[in-house]
């Protein structure tokens, strides 16, 4: 049974930091391209960043650049986003994603990935 399992959201304020995780299983994590998407309260899904687990090469949305990393840890079968000096308007529900046949051009679009996990909040207030 594939999984997904996101963990690490919470209530911060603006600037503060937070770590996401994704914990994977019932796939070959390796042959997979992990992203965050994330949704906004009354809005539709945004991309905002992915990782092909092999080579690591990483992908931003403008929005996160130079505040967010993603990584992974494929030991642990485990996706990472770290989130610094965040905003208000990063508030959202952030899904972790797999697609076995990754394109940037099929990572941004949403509509091809192969499993998702349920979600972490995340709310940036003061």
């Known amino acids: 049974e594939v999984q997904l399992v996101e963990s690490g959201g919470g209530l911060v304020q603006p600037g503060g930091s937070l770590r996401l995780s994704c914990a994977a299983s019932?796939?070959?994590?390796?042959?997979?391209?992990m992203s965050w998407v994330r949704q906004a309260p009354g809005k539709g899904l945004k991309w905002v960043s992915s990782?092909?687990?092999?080579?690591?090469?990483?992908y931003y949305a403008d929005s996160v650049k130079g505040r967010f990393t993603i990584s992974t840890d494929n030991a642990k079968n485990t996706l990472y986003l770290q989130m610094n000096s965040l905003k208000p308007e990063d508030t959202a529900v952030y899904y972790c994603?797999?697609?076995?046949?990754?394109?940037?051009?099929?990572?941004?679009?949403?509509?091809?990935?192969?499993?998702w996990g349920q979600g972490t909040q995340v709310t940036v207030s003061s």
């Open positions: 994603a797999a697609i076995q046949s990754g394109t940037i051009a099929t990572m941004t679009a949403l509509n091809e990935y192969d499993y």
């Open positions: 019932g796939f070959t994590f390796d042959d997979y391209a």
């Open positions: 990782i092909y687990s092999s080579s690591k090469t990483t």
